[in-house]
């Protein structure tokens, strides 16, 4: 239901905020006819290290990402040689508590080994040698857990904000064709996978456009895209929501499973104005006045983190027609990667659990808000 005084809907979700209770509700049920409600993990999650933590993870989420662990360079980390320890343990965890798994990522330009792209005396490989990598990559990996990982994100980040294509040695290497190929490697290893494409700033018109070009392109070559990821690393104030919706909107009409596949919204000031987004290679010198949450967050930016979830998922609840999946880009404040991106060494307060694996009052608002739009 559209619940028609949004301020008095905001002091009633803010008063029952504190009266949520935790151990009786999943947000995954909470949300289950609406779309899946997903975790990224790292391997301490993966391998239950901390109890308390892993009751969450079984609580509160349906769907599991590896955070890192079944990336290039470290599920091959030299060629022909595969460390699948933390893998297995995560297609194993997923398994046990019934979790829809999304393998991530095929092909990316970060976290790749550069012998990929190397021939035998370090010079760039031909677009030969790095396909055949590729293919033997893919082969491997999707194959090992056919028929169990039943999600991939194919291709990363394979555009700029303004929608050209990202420079990388994927594609120097093995030109234009360089996602088809790994859609058709990815497609071959596994037929009843779901593949997507995944990026960040897809709120942005031209980036957004880029990607609607790619999958008709994918398709018209006859190859399957089921759905594309909308990576959600925001902040305070940030995406603006009417230029995210026309996103949703567009990407929808593709008849793709939109998926919002990594969420954190940062408390924190953003070191650049114009950079927001995921750009891995960005990396500002730590300054004190930049990190103003050290000792805890404060009861009023706590409750603007809460507004931004409860906006944003009400923008979900809206298209949740074509919304698959939210996935939470990390469990708790402890471990999210944004304590070390853009700025290494501060304390951010970006996801629903504290460090203590408390619920904040931005998963209180997610609950509230799901109970009266049920109403
Ligand atoms: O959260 C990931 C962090 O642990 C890694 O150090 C980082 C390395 O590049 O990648 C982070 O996850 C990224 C994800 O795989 C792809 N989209 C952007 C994410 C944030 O960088």
Not at 4 to 10: C, I
Not at 318 to 346: E, F, Q, Y
Request: with cysteine; aromatic share 10%.
């Amino acid at each position: 239901m559209k619940f028609p005084y949004p301020l008095l809907a905001s002091a009633l979700l803010v008063t029952a905020c504190a009266q949520t209770p935790t151990d009786q509700t999943s947000l995954a049920d909470l949300y289950a006819d609406s779309f899946k409600i997903g975790v990224a993990l790292n391997p301490a999650e993966i391998r239950g290290e901390d109890p308390a933590a892993a009751r969450l993870i079984e609580r509160h989420f349906n769907s599991y990402t590896a955070e890192d662990d079944m990336k290039w360079e470290l599920i091959e980390p030299t060629e022909g040689n595969f460390d699948w320890s933390v893998a297995d343990d995560f297609v194993a965890l997923s398994e046990r508590n019934d979790a829809f798994m999304v393998g991530h990522t095929l092909l990316w330009h970060s976290q790749t080994p550069d012998w990929v792209f190397e021939d035998s005396d370090g010079n760039p490989a031909s677009r030969e040698i790095v396909l055949a990598r590729l293919k033997r990559h893919i082969e491997a990996v999707v194959g090992r857990y056919k028929g169990r990982v039943q999600s991939w994100d194919v291709v990363n980040e394979a555009f700029e904000d303004d929608g050209t294509w990202r420079d990388t040695p994927w594609r120097r290497t093995i030109g234009p064709d360089f996602i088809a190929r790994a859609f058709e490697f990815a497609h071959a290893a596994d037929p009843e996978a779901e593949l997507y494409y995944n990026d960040y700033n897809l709120f942005k018109a031209p980036k957004r456009n880029a990607v609607i070009k790619l999958v008709k392109a994918l398709r018209a070559e006859g190859l399957p895209v089921h759905g594309v990821g909308i990576q959600g690393h925001y902040g305070i104030g940030y995406p603006p929501m009417d230029e995210l919706e026309a996103s949703i909107v567009a990407l929808g009409k593709l008849d793709v499973k939109i998926l919002v596949t990594e969420l954190d919204i940062s408390v924190l000031p953003f070191p650049s104005s114009a950079q927001q987004g995921a750009d891995i290679s960005l990396n500002f010198e730590l300054r004190a006045e930049l990190n103003p949450y050290v000792d805890g967050l404060p009861q009023d930016v706590s409750a603007a983190l809460a507004d931004a979830y409860r906006s944003l998922f009400e923008l979900y609840l809206k298209h949740a027609d074509v919304i698959d999946r939210v996935t939470l880009w990390n469990l708790t404040d402890a471990s999210t990667w944004r304590n070390n991106w853009p700025m290494p060494g501060r304390t951010d307060h970006p996801v629903l659990f504290d460090r203590q694996n408390e619920p904040k009052d931005a998963f209180h608002a997610l609950v509230n808000l799901k109970i009266f739009h049920d109403r």
